[in-house]
């Protein structure tokens, strides 16, 4: 399909649909998933092997297969809930939460992951949600909370909601996105990223959020070589969450993890 033909095809859905997501954010995902999932998923596996780095990839279930699991399972790498759809978690009852992640993770599980933590599909919590994920006795939440309060953190911590501490625990996550490599030169936000592991100063712990869709694309495997590289040059271990809340693994951190909500485009579409 032309390009613009594709623009006037996206402007029209989204007039139809009432779509959130802008044409430009729907023509970017359209030539990512140019890329077939199964080779964006092995470019990153075989990069991360060299490195003995481990990912913990937050799986909506629904979208999920076999072949998808296996994969990243037969690697040594950690599947969590990204729930059962992609959707809103915020303001939903609280016996709707529970139903969708409980099958969520019994759809996982069922496909061989043993599953031990929850991310919220476009990090929409409230106290419900946060009230599933104790009720449903999992380890820990990969939401990602960038508060400045938070920065300093360098340990897994309990959440206080409704002024108690949650069971289950959340992590310090890094305030940069791979996002921004689709507004900024590669070297720009490689020497961010850069940047801000360098001042973490050998600390415990921080959680780095990657979107698979992005990094596994052939043009950012180079920025995902460097950094990963890097924190292997400076003695961070890579485990998967459910490897810290065990407490499994040496200290320093840092943990790479991200989302896999669609598999090709059409499940996009289907999503926004
Ligand atoms: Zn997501």
Not at 52 to 68: G, K, M
Not at 98 to 116: D, F, K, P, T
Not at 127 to 145: F, S
Request: hydrophobic share 40%.
């Amino acid at each position: 399909m032309r390009a613009s033909n594709l623009l006037a095809w996206l402007r029209h859905l989204s007039s139809v649909r009432g779509i959130n997501a802008s044409t430009k954010q729907m023509l970017r995902m359209y030539r990512y998933h140019r890329v077939p999932f199964k080779i964006i998923l092995n470019n990153i596996l075989d990069l991360l092997d060299k490195y003995d780095a481990r990912f913990t990839f937050t799986v909506v279930s629904s979208i999920a297969n076999e072949e998808l699991v296996q994969m990243i399972l037969d690697r040594g790498h950690e599947i969590a809930s990204h729930s059962l759809y992609h959707v809103k978690h915020q303001g939903l009852s609280f016996e709707t939460q529970l139903g969708y992640i409980r099958r969520s993770i019994e759809m996982l599980e069922a496909l061989g992951a043993s599953v031990h933590g929850f991310r919220a599909p476009y990090n929409s919590y409230d106290n419900n949600t946060y009230a599933c994920i104790d009720e449903l006795g999992l380890l820990y939440d990969a939401g990602v909370r960038r508060e400045e309060y938070l920065r300093s953190l360098t340990k897994p911590f309990h959440m206080k909601i409704d002024g108690k501490d949650t069971r289950f625990l959340s992590f310090p996550v890094c305030h940069l996105s791979d996002e921004l490599l689709d507004r900024l030169p590669q070297k720009t936000v490689l020497n961010s990223f850069l940047e801000v592991i360098d001042n973490m100063g050998g600390r415990d712990l921080s959680v780095l959020q990657l979107h698979p869709i992005r990094i596994g694309q052939p043009v950012y495997l180079g920025f995902l070589e460097s950094l990963v590289k890097h924190l292997a040059s400076q003695d961070y271990s890579m485990p998967t969450l459910a490897e810290v809340v065990e407490k499994k693994v040496p200290m320093p951190t840092v943990c790479l993890s991200g989302d896999i909500d669609c598999l090709t485009f059409s499940d996009y579409l289907r999503r926004i």
